[in-house]
């Protein structure tokens, strides 16, 4: 009995070993081709009645086969499992004879784009109408607000065009109101002549350093020179400054406002060729009436004849330059606003 098991064990063993390998799907993708199974040796009487399980050769029918990406996999009737299936016929691709839309436009795209055309052919005709205009001859009121002479203002249509268009783009360039003051009182209330003073290195002088910042210092005589020389002028203010910096500083020289008549910050200036120029001829004053006392040449270049450049003030306490001026302008000399500028030093 002994001797039976003894044969009877390795072969069970053998046969299962075989029966898991054939249901084990291969690795690989390549197609394996079924090979012969070699014919198992003719197994005797006696182990094949001693064995329990009868003949274990032939799969079990109740296994699920294995399944591949379009279905199960054919089993050979072999019994081994192979990567050969058959692929889904792929449907041809058959024209029908449709016409395709690609290229065809609905009736509202047409009508779009027909309104579009006519928009442009429209805007293009007020374009031209619009600088045919533009080109037309000068009137008075026009000249009178340009504040320009006929004599010297452009004569061809194509320079007329040009000023024309030149306005509507200038309006950042020039002042923020086309009067800068309001019209003079009636004689004999309104003074007869007109005082620009700037404000930087003129009245005042700022400083910076590390330890104390911003610093502005008044200069010598400044009370005294606004308050004597506001009897015989009309005192501005003209500065470059802004007027949520200069305001402060002006409230300072002035409390009570008894000397300065007007005050023009940075808004009252106009720009060219990107320079600040403080132009006279928006004042709305008789310009052979005007004096402007500055320390920069390039702020009076529209009216160098108005102007009295000084040397800019460093904060000398000595200093004495701006009470000295007082006789010359008491004087009110005729010549003063005929002379080209002049550069006292």
Known sequence: MFAVLSRTIPRRAAVQSVRWMSQKPPTSRKTVKATPKPTPPPKSTTAASDSPQGSTSKPSETESPLKGPSGPLR??????????????????????????????????????????????????????????????????????????????????????????????????????????????????????????????????????????????????????FLGYISQFYEVVIFTTQPSYTAALIVDKLDRYGFFVNYRLYREATRTLDGKIVKDLSYLNRDLSKVVMLDTDPEHVVTHPENAIILPKWKGDPKDKNLVAMIPFLECKQKSLTTAPYLTLF
């Not at 081994?80 to 436009?105: C, H, I, M, N, Y």
């Not at 509202?108 to 031209?128: C, D, I, N, P």
């Not at 320009?148 to 923020?176: Q, S, V």
């Open 75 to 224: 089993t050979p009737p072999s019994g081994v499992p192979t990567l050969d299936f058959s692929p889904e016929p792929q449907q041809e691709f058959q024209r029908t004879g449709a016409r395709s839309s690609k290229g065809a436009l609905s009736s509202s795209e047409r009508k779009r784009r027909s309104m579009s055309r006519v928009m442009l052919a429209l805007l293009a005709l007020a374009f031209t109408g619009h600088t045919v205009w533009m080109g037309r001859e000068w009137e008075d009121d026009e000249l009178k607000e340009k504040k320009m002479k006929r004599e010297d203002a452009p004569t061809t249509r194509w320079g007329r065009t040009l000023e024309r268009y030149n306005d509507i783009f200038d309006i950042f360039n020039k002042p923020a109101w086309p009067e800068l003051l309001p019209p003079p009182y009636p004689p004999p209330h309104q003074k007869p002549y007109t005082l620009l003073i700037s404000l930087d290195d003129m009245l005042i002088t700022s400083t910076w350093d590390r330890q104390h910042g911003w610093r502005t210092a008044k200069r010598p005589g400044v009370d005294y």
